[in-house]
Every structure is written in structure tokens, then in C-alpha cells.
């Protein structure tokens, strides 16, 4: 729990503000998970399949249990029964099943890292492989494949109206394209970690856990190990990332604390980054058909965007790429289907901005080449099919200023007067633009607000700051609710004693949480009124409960939007693609801390950046394993390929979000950044590539006229 002093005085909401955590993190003093060793300490180190599919035959842990410092080698034979989850992915060591590689079969726990980790390399597990051949390959005409009910976020599987189809073959101008976007990994830097503690009998649980939800993974361990949930802690003070990979609870946790209620010892247990890819959810690969059909003057007619993707045999996931053809342009012809294919891999999960990211990339893709066929400016045709009402549900928008993000955007890109191609010695050099869009999502939360006689506040939610700036953040909106400077307020959040609050994702943590506080704080300042400005020597304290308002179905469209330009050089010789400059102009309701609202959004389009380049986690499609593991081969953009980047924002005053006015900001600024990427490619090369991301073997092959 943070409760370090207020921060030095800070400016209003709406005025840049740095972190109040920054000093704690840069000087080591924040505590993340792994960092909590309590006397008695173990240290535990999981045991993946070395087999694609099958069962555990038999586990020969003698070896290990030998080794010095062992404490105990769990395994699916003998460790103790958990109770009831929807998550079958938690149900750890609790069958023989081997469903993918990497399922966990087996625990070491010992009195150091080193220890467990030997321990770990001498279990000896027999498998039985026998019966069916894995199932590995994703491709469009699986037999296998069908249409889901409900993608991620409870999205339709299929929605159309009209005949897009037939308007399609009925279009004077068409593009029908593929693309491919690979398997990809949200790589933290903060691996997942946890360390749990059990008391002298065995009825109440502390938990630190690298979770970008606290209140869920406490809610998960209640019914996984019979516990009433008041008496189980769950502290995620600090958190170092996690871009969805941490918004649900993951294996580690469930294994520490089943470890240590084994024991009797606290258990820490910090995941191998080698072992992340099969185990804590990944960005799972969608192959993309998009058919546009338009009028010459470049009006839709057509818009189909057909997605097929991959989902494990334990629990669905689809990812919900196909949802942004139903809210970005006018077509009245529409199609949009999701189709998942159940294969022998691991169960894919949240990346950030899931749905959109992949899928914006495919239809900004599409919407690059039709401008192409029309011979128009590819920002000219995004405005030239701007709706009036969403296109799928036909609500009104509560805002949208996706045409004065283009328009601005291009004006300080200077569009289109260097958009290219232009050819410099063994370089081509070219500029391409994309949309981004992103739905105003929020969860129900609650805040406690405290004024105290000293003059100073304290506001309490169990919200988690994942590395966003959420205390600075929820202390501005405090501060202004109350009507005092920002240096009086103290924000505590990060564990389950507090007031209950959503996890951190979708983009819906300040929202959610701000407006929690914002009510409490305001119920606050109405007691302090009625007392006269003056507080008791009890202080005062007021609450509230966003559950009513959060959960009514607002009865407009609610929607950030954006629009990415990028330079990008190609050199024909070595075939290494570099960004010159990126530029991003959102328009996301009131921004509430310009500095780190920069930052959020800088940082989601160099992750674009890194999707557009360098990013691909490939499935062996023999082995079943992820070859990419660590970061060593998974490719993350570093400072040297992102040499000029600016995001900007257009001031939105939207009535219909929340009383702070605020839109999310965490994946906007990753939706729509490769498809500019991808689209000045094209532009600089006059080849199109349309599966990312775009490495010199491939580009070498696109200039030779093989790609």
C-alpha cells in the first residue's frame, strides 16, 4: 500500500504533473512483487511439457528432491486439489493432461532460486503422445473452424447489414485483400511474480502480485482455495507493465500460494521470461480478408472484413478484430465475421488493445490500397466516408473528431507535400497514414475521501498503477473535485482492503476510478461545507459507488479517435526498413495530465512501431512451442529506432463520458501506428507487403517483384 507523503505542489487537472512514484521507482524503493521476502522465504520454479499434446505417464522427482535446499517437488499426481474457476487455465497440476507445450506437470520448491531452478531441470517426466497428431496450423479453410456467438468483449461473432457481398460485385471500384498479423507477446518488463503467505493456521492469505487487478485475483483465490474473500490480501502497490498480459490472474499466483499452504512457508515465485509465451496469454495471429467497394468519387458502397483467427482447446478467446469495420466508416453494405479455430496451443488473451490493434491495421491497410485504385489522397477518403451515427448500432456519436485529427495530423506532417516516394542514394524514402480508434469503456469502482485536521486529503481505491501515472492522475481529479491544490491530496491504492476498484484495462481505469473519486470527493466538500470549511478533530470522510451509473447502457457511441502519419526509409541493399518520424494527433475527451498522457501515447506507437518491424512470435508447427521466448529474440523497438515521434491531441468537450470528460488513453496510440508504418512502405516502395511484420527477407522479396 502507498503511503508515501503527498507530492510537492501540483497544477490543476488538465496542467502537466509528474509522477508522484517517480522518485520511489528511479531510487529502488518501490516494492513490486518479487521484491517481498517475508522470514522463512521459499522460492518455487514451475516444470513446463516438453510434449505438444498428451499425458503425464509418471514424474521421477527422487533426483530432485535430493539435490540440497529442496523443500518439495509438486506434480499433477500429489499436489493438493483446488476448488471451482471458470479459468480452466488455473487448474494447475491438477490432471495428467498435457493440452499444449509448456502446461505446467510439476513445482519446485526450495530455499533459493538456484536450488528450485536445479531442482526443476532434474525432474524426469514420462509422457504418453500416442493417439491424434497435434493440430498446429491456423489457415482459413480449417475444418475446424467456426463462427463464434461472441467474440472478446462480448462482441457479435457476425454482424451485416444490407448485402455487402453483392454491393461489392457490384462496385466500380474494388479491392479485395489478405493480411496476416503473427502471434505477438506483451513481454512486461516486470515479469509475473508473486509471493504468498499463509498464517500460523492456515486461515488467513496475504498475496503480492505482479496483477493488473487485485480484487480478481483475490476474488479467484477465494474459490480456488475454499477462503472466504475477506480473508485474503491482495497487494499490487507497483506493477511494471502488463498490456492485458496481467488483467487476469495467472498460473504463478495460483502455484505460490498453493506451494506455501503445502509448506507452511511464505513461497515466492517469479516466472522465467522463457516461460511467459505459454502461460500468461499472448496476441494470438488473424488472418484478414477485407473487400471494399466504392463509387469513383471514393464514397463506400462495401465494406466486408472477414477474420479468422486461433483459440486454444482449454478456453476460448477470439479476438474481436473484425469490430472496427462497425464503427469507422459510412458503408451501407456491411459484413464483419469472426471465425476461431481450436488448436493444440496455448490459450491466447489480452495484448493491448486487443481486436483493434490487429484489425485496424488490416482495414487501414485495405482503405491505403482503395485510395491507390482511386487515384485520391488517403486522408481526403477517410473524410469523404466519415458517418453521422456509428455505422453497426446507428447511436449518435458523443464525440467524434476523427476528420480534425486528419486535418491536423497533416498539417503538422506536413501532408502531402512530402509523402513521396523519393529515391536517396540505396534508400527510398515515403509517408503513409492511418486512423486509430478506441471505445470509451467503463467498470463499476468505489473511493473512499478523507479530510483530515492536519488540512490535508486522503483518497482510497484499490486501483493499480500498472506504470500509467494513476495515483498522479487520481490525486489531480481529487484535488479539483475538491476545489484545493493538488499538494494536500495523498492517493493510496493497490490493495484489497481498499475500496473496491476494476482492474486496470481497456483503457478504463481512469475513467472508472476517476469517477469513483470524483464522487467521493465531491460528497466530501458538500460535509465539509455543511461544517463550515472546518474539519472535527475526527476528520470527515465521505464514499461512493459508481456500480448504477457505471452499468447503464449509454445511449451514444463512445469512441477516442486518431490519425498516425509516418516517413519511413527503405534501404534496397540491406532491406532494413526505418521509421524517419511518426506523428499522432488523438482526440480522447479531456486530457487530464498532459505529461503522462504523452507519454501513454508515444509509448503505444512505438509498441506499433515494434508490430509494424520487429515484433513476431512464431508457432514451431511441429513442436508447438513459441521460438521467440525472450528478448533476446523477440524483438522489442529500442531508442535507436525511434529517432523523431510526437503525439498531439485535439480538446474535446464531451458531455457524455464521465464527469471528469475523460477518454482512454492507454492502446490508442497503438491502433493504427503499423498501418501507417505499412502504408509508407507502399508509398516509398510502390510494393505492398501484407503480412507484418515487414523484415528485410521479406522486403528483399517484395523489391525483387516475389512478394
Request: charge should be negative; proline fraction near 8%; aromatic fraction near 6%.
Amino acid at each position: 500500500m502507498d503511503t508515501s507523503p503527498a507530492a510537492p505542489p501540483v497544477p490543476a487537472l488538465g496542467s502537466p504533473a509528474v509522477r508522484r512514484e517517480g522518485a520511489l521507482k528511479v531510487t529502488g524503493a518501490a516494492r513490486y512483487a518479487a521484491e517481498y521476502t517475508p522470514d522463512g522465504c521459499l522460492y518455487a520454479w514451475p516444470v513446463p511439457a516438453t510434449v505438444t499434446v498428451g499425458r503425464v505417464v509418471s514424474v521421477d522427482t527422487a533426483a530432485a528432491v535430493a539435490l540440497p535446499g529442496v523443500v518439495a517437488v509438486l506434480t499433477v499426481f500429489d499436489a493438493p486439489r483446488l476448488g471451482p474457476t471458470e479459468d480452466p487455465n488455473l487448474r494447475v497440476l491438477q490432471d495428467a493432461r498435457v493440452p499444449h507445450r509448456g502446461w505446467y506437470v510439476a513445482l519446485t520448491v526450495a530455499d533459493s532460486p538456484e536450488a528450485a531452478r536445479a531442482a526443476a531441470g532434474a525432474v524426469s517426466v514420462e509422457y504418453d503422445t500416442s493417439g491424434t497428431a497435434p493440430d498446429l496450423l491456423l489457415h482459413e479453410e480449417h475444418p475446424g473452424a467456426y463462427t463464434p456467438e461472441k467474440a472478446n468483449g462480448g462482441h457479435p461473432g457476425r454482424r451485416e447489414q444490407g448485402n455487402a457481398l453483392s454491393a461489392y460485385e457490384d462496385a466500380p471500384v474494388r479491392v479485395d485483400c489478405a493480411y496476416t498479423v503473427p502471434p505477438l507477446h506483451n513481454h512486461p518488463m516486470e515479469p509475473h511474480a508473486a509471493t504468498a503467505v499463509w498464517d500460523a493456521a492456515g486461515e488467513r492469505l496475504a498475496v503480492y502480485d505482479s496483477s493488473q487487478g487485485a480484487g480478481t485475483v483475490r476474488t479467484e483465490l477465494a474459490s480456488l482455495f475454499g477462503l472466504a474473500e475477506e480473508r485474503i490480501t491482495v497487494d499490487s502497490d507497483h506493477v511494471g507493465g502488463g498490456f492485458g498480459s496481467k488483467g487476469t490472474p495467472r498460473p504463478h499466483v495460483v502455484l505460490a500460494v498453493m506451494a506455501a499452504r503445502h509448506t507452511g512457508r511464505p513461497v515466492k515465485l517469479a516466472l522465467p521470461r522463457s516461460q511467459l509465451a505459454a502461460v500468461v496469454g499472448h496476441r494470438a495471429p488473424t488472418l484478414h480478408r477485407v473487400r471494399l467497394g466504392a463509387r469513383h468519387d471514393g464514397t463506400l458502397t462495401a465494406l466486408a472484413h472477414e477474420v479468422t483467427t486461433y483459440t486454444s482447446r482449454i478456453r476460448e478467446f477470439v479476438e474481436q478484430a473484425a469490430v472496427p469495420g462497425r464503427v469507422m466508416y459510412a458503408a451501407p453494405n456491411l459484413l464483419t465475421v469472426h471465425r476461431a479455430v481450436p488448436l493444440d496451443v496455448p490459450t491466447p488473451s489480452w495484448m493491448r488493445a486487443p481486436g483493434e490493434t490487429p484489425g485496424m491495421y488490416a482495414l487501414e491497410s485495405a482503405m491505403d490500397e482503395l485510395a491507390d485504385a482511386l487515384g485520391v489522397d488517403p486522408v481526403e477518403l477517410r473524410v469523404r466516408n466519415e458517418p453521422v451515427v456509428e455505422p453497426d448500432s446507428g447511436r449518435p456519436f458523443s464525440s467524434r473528431s476523427l476528420p480534425a485529427c486528419l486535418r491536423e495530423g497533416a498539417r503538422r506532417f506536413g501532408w502531402p507535400g512530402g509523402r513521396g516516394p523519393v529515391a536517396r542514394g540505396g534508400l527510398l524514402i515515403g509517408s503513409g497514414v492511418a486512423a486509430s480508434t478506441y471505445p470509451v469503456l467503463v467498470a463499476p469502482s468505489e473511493a473512499m475521501a478523507h479530510a483530515l485536521p492536519d488540512g490535508t486529503f486522503r483518497v482510497e481505491t484499490a486501483a493499480t498503477d500498472i506504470g500509467t501515472g494513476a495515483r498522479t492522475v487520481l490525486a489531480l481529479v481529487a484535488a479539483d473535485a475538491l476545489g484545493v491544490s493538488a499538494d494536500r491530496v495523498t492517493c493510496v491504492i493497490g490493495h484489497t482492503d481498499l475500496p473496491r476498484a476494476s482492474l486496470a484495462g481497456g483503457s478504463a481505469g481512469t475513467a472508472s476510478w476517476g469517477w469513483a473519486v470524483h464522487g467521493a470527493c465531491t460528497a466530501l466538500a458538500l460535509k465539509l461545507e455543511r461544517h463550515g470549511g472546518k474539519v472535527p478533530e475526527g476528520g470527515l470522510c465521505a464514499s461512493a459507488d459508481t456500480t448504477p451509473s457505471a452499468k447503464q447502457r449509454p445511449p451514444y457511441a463512445r469512441h477516442a479517435f486518431g490519425a498516425q502519419f509516418a516517413e519511413v526509409q527503405v534501404d534496397t541493399v540491406s532491406g532494413e526498413v526505418r521509421v524517419r518520424r511518426m506523428l499522432g494527433v488523438f482526440a480522447a475527451g479531456r486530457i487530464l495530465n498532459p505529461l503522462t498522457a504523452r507519454s501513454q501515447l508515444v509509448g503505444g506507437m512505438v509498441m506499433g512501431l515494434g508490430m509494424a518491424l520487429t515484433e513476431h512470435g512464431p508457432l514451431d508447427p511441429v513442436y508447438g512451442d513459441f521460438t521467440a521466448k525472450d528478448l533476446a529474440s523477440y524483438h522489442v523497438p529500442v531508442h535507436a529506432d525511434v529517432p523523431d515521434i510526437e503525439a498531439h491531441w485535439i480538446d474535446e468537450d464531451d458531455k457524455h463520458l464521465n464527469p471528469m470528460g475523460s477518454k482512454g488513453i492507454g492502446e490508442i496510440g497503438t491502433v493504427g501506428a503499423a498501418a501507417a508504418i505499412g502504408n509508407a512502405f507502399a508509398r516509398a516502395t510502390g510494393r505492398r507487403i501484407r503480412e507484418l511484420p515487414l523484415t528485410p527477407d521479406r522486403v528483399l522479396a517484395a523489391l525483387a517483384g516475389d512478394a
